[in-house]
């Protein structure tokens, strides 16, 4: 199990996507002194079933939502990017805006969602934010010369230390979430326009955190797939 990073950036696809992947590791850090930051990539515009919904009134709705979950786990800001639900692109727009996020918050661990699945279905902006969350972190928040007109506006290049996916087939790291779980429940119940009934929320994620736990032998964990990531070489000497 890892120790508390001082800094954690979370890049999470849609409003709830935290809260289910790492909202008891979020709240473990925070209550042991970590300074937790979202990047939260789309709108979440698209996430309902009922054709009368108004998207730009659904925008609103979850941009609430997320911020009482984030409030409830202890998150230190939230960054909305505001890109449309399911139009994600892996490109230079959106890697800029991760690497931005990076250098400016410079986490040592930064947390998404694992865009390697060889087993069903995941979400587009699941597989491209995870994706582009990687590329940002290696090598293009590291090196000097990727967005360098981040520099000229005082943007230091930033080397993370370390990556956690969440959703990985197959996870190696475990967190201990047991003294948490209460607070990974209501911050993912704060979600009503996606969950409904708090108390179904309640069971499945105890259901699926005891599943995790078991592997480490507590009574709730949360599993990721963890990186290690490359240090920032020397500047050659001329």
Known sequence: ??????????????PDDAEGGCGGTIAKWVKQGTKVVYLLTTNGEKGSANLEMDPRELVEIRKKEQMEAARILGVHEVIMLGHPDS???????????????????????????????????QHRDHRVTGQVTLDAVYPFARDNLNFSEQFKEGLAPHNVSEVYLWGAEDPDTFIDITDVIDLKAQALAAHVSQMGDPAKVNERVRNMSKRWGERIRVEYAEAFRRLGTRPMPPAPRG
């Open 1 to 14: 199990m890892a120790d508390n990073p001082k800094v954690a950036l979370v890049c999470t696809p849609h």
């Open 87 to 121: 139009e994600l692109e892996d490109d230079k727009q959106f890697r800029g805006e991760v690497v931005r996020a990076i250098r400016q918050h410079k986490p040592e661990v930064v947390l998404t969602t694992d865009p390697f699945r060889r087993y069903g279905f």
